[in-house]
């Protein structure tokens, strides 16, 4: 639940005056899912809904709830951060093994994330980079 709180969060702090089923449809979640949470938040003093024209409602982020989109924005980095660090120990251990089994340069083939992460762990070993080969021109 925490992601989809922090994205209704951050959709809402951006346009207050989306509808849930739009909402619903950005966070490709079910428009009973959005109910529920949207709900929570109001429940829990995230957010206030505040009438507007008609039936239209717009969806007040409160300080408590901006101090809560903060709480889970750094969460989310040290969990991403966390699966880095975890990627390139995983990623430095299998390069020291091809090192003790002989191998003494690699290639890269990529250039996307995992292939910057595979570069931190190489420089890492005693292993020599050879090249970096991409097929994009």
Avoid: W
């Avoid at 346009?15 to 949207?38: E, F, H, V, W």
């Avoid at 390139?88 to 250039?111: F, H, P, R, S, V």
């Amino acid at each position: 639940m925490p992601k989809n709180e922090l994205n209704t969060l951050l959709e809402l702090k951006d346009d207050p005056s989306l509808s849930q089923r739009s909402l619903s449809r950005k966070l490709n979640i079910s428009l009973g899912l959005t109910n529920a949470i949207i709900k929570n938040l109001i429940h829990r003093g995230l957010i206030k809904a505040k009438k507007d024209t008609g039936r239209k409602l717009l969806y007040i982020i409160t300080p408590k709830g901006m101090a809560n989109v903060s709480r889970l924005m750094y969460n989310r980095f040290q969990e991403t951060l966390h699966y880095y660090h975890y990627t390139k120990d995983l990623l430095t251990a299998c390069l020291m093994k091809l090192y003790q089994q002989g191998e003494k340069t690699i290639n890269i083939y990529g250039t996307g994330q995992l292939a910057e992460i595979t570069y931190y762990a190489g420089i890492s070993t005693p292993l020599k980079l050879n090249a970096i080969i991409s097929d994009d021109p």
